[in-house]
């Protein structure tokens, strides 16, 4: 078995689906705290897959996390867990200190005591992936190289400062005890199950819906986008061969400013659920104030993961997009799940 946490998130929830799509693959618990963002929905159709075994539970709990590793004994931990909303992070930061933070710490500790009680091969063989943000790296000028492995951190919202600190936890757990660890730092995923908090599923779910698509500040800020079916691969991959203590970058070699991430959504929508009064959706976009603390661009050089672990992404974000609004127009009773009476306060508190 693995043990993975936060699969009931999005990019936790599209791995795990898309591990157990392998019917030869070995197991899965699953435990999430189920937060505003994590969702059953997502895993409704492992409901009778007797290898997803669901735990609700917090990452911090430490009876609850040493006991799952006693009872199932997996060779590698995966995890997704975290508060992971920047705009969030700034009107609360307290829960992404004790998630990402104190959480990760917790889950570390009891992970290393279940290690050293393994032995031989078990031992040997067993795996803590952590699963990070490029947003650790700062902000990039426009002309700055893009972030390798070897930048600085320099973390600037609430929430990249704990990703940050989590990440350092991690990093000294492998220096300091020879704990067996990898970490992974990826840019903006998008795709399937996104929850609409997040710039590409709430631009959709907004369009579609008739409101404004909010735009903060000049709408020129840079972010990578990878598809998260890639980074699903990305991160099988390197929990299969990467180094110990090593870190690598994921991302999708597709820079692209907010704007024009946003014209291309409202393009693919005008051709495939035009609006009823024949105008394009583009007519919808509003710029709003921007977010404080904006990170002005952030860039990805995945090339230490193709040279080491032949790794590369296969969607272009013209693919990858398309899928994702075809995907939202498909799928209403999902995302009829998730915009529930918190979801709106959360809207109605960020836009005002
Ligand atoms: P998400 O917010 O969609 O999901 C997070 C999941 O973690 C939810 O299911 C939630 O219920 C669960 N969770 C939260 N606190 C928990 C706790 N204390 N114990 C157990 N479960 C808890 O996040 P996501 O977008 O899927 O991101 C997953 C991971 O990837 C995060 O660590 C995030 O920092 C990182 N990341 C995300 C992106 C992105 O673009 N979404 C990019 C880079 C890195
Ligand atoms: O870079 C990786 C990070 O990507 C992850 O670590 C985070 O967990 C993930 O949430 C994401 O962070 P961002 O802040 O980049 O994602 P978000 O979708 O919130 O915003 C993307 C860009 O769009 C950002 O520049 C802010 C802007 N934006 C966002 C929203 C929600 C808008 O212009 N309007 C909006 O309404």
């Known amino acids: 078995m693995i043990l993975v946490t936060g699969g009931a998130g999005f990019i936790g929830g599209n791995f795990v689906l898309d591990w157990l799509s392998d019917a030869a693959t070995e197991g899965i618990i699953n435990l999430d705290k189920l937060t505003y963002a994590g969702n059953l929905e997502t895993l409704d159709s492992l409901k009778n897959d007797s290898r997803h075994i669901f735990v609700h539970g917090d990452i911090g709990d430490k009876e609850l996390v040493s006991k799952l590793l006693q009872e199932y004994k997996p060779r590698a931990i995966v995890n997704f867990a975290a508060e992971s909303h920047v705009d969030r992070s700034i009107h609360g930061p307290a829960e992404f200190v004790q998630t990402n933070i104190v959480g990760t710490f ?23 992936h952590h699963v990070s943000t490029d947003e650790v790296y700062g902000s990039l000028t426009v002309t700055d190289p893009a972030f390798t492995e070897k930048n600085a951190y320099e973390p600037n919202s609430p929430y ?22 990898v970490t992974t730092n990826c840019s903006n995923n998008y795709g399937p199950y996104h929850f609409p908090e997040k710039l590409i599923p709430l631009v959709i779910l907004n369009a579609l819906n008739g409101k404004p698509l909010p735009i903060y500040g000049d709408g020129q800020q840079v972010r990578d986008w990878l598809y998260v079916g890639d980074h699903c691969s990305a991160i099988r991959k390197v929990l299969e061969a990467g180094k110990l203590g090593e870190t690598y970058n994921i991302g999708g070699w597709n820079e692209k400013a907010n704007i024009e991430v946003v014209n291309a959504i409202c393009r693919i929508l005008d051709e495939l659920k035009p609006r009823v009064d024949g105008k394009s959706y583009a007519e919808q976009i509003t710029y ?63 836009y005002n």
């Open 160 to 181: 990249s400062a704990s990703k940050a600190a989590s990440d350092h936890l991690v990093r000294a757990w492998f220096h300091t005890y020879g704990f067996p660890v």
């Open 288 to 350: 709003v104030k921007d977010r404080p603390g904006h990170d002005r661009r952030y860039a990805i050089d995945a090339s230490k993961v193709e040279r080491e672990l032949g790794w590369r992404p296969t969607e272009t974000f013209d693919t990858g997009v398309r899928k994702t609004v075809q995907w939202y127009l498909d799928n209403p009773v999902w995302i009829e799940g998730v915009v529930s009476g918190s979801y709106r306060d959360w809207l109605q508190k960020q």
């Open 106 to 128: 917790n889950l570390l500790e009891c992970a290393r005591e279940y290690w050293n009680s393994l032995e031989g091969v078990a031992k040997d063989k067993f795996r803590f």
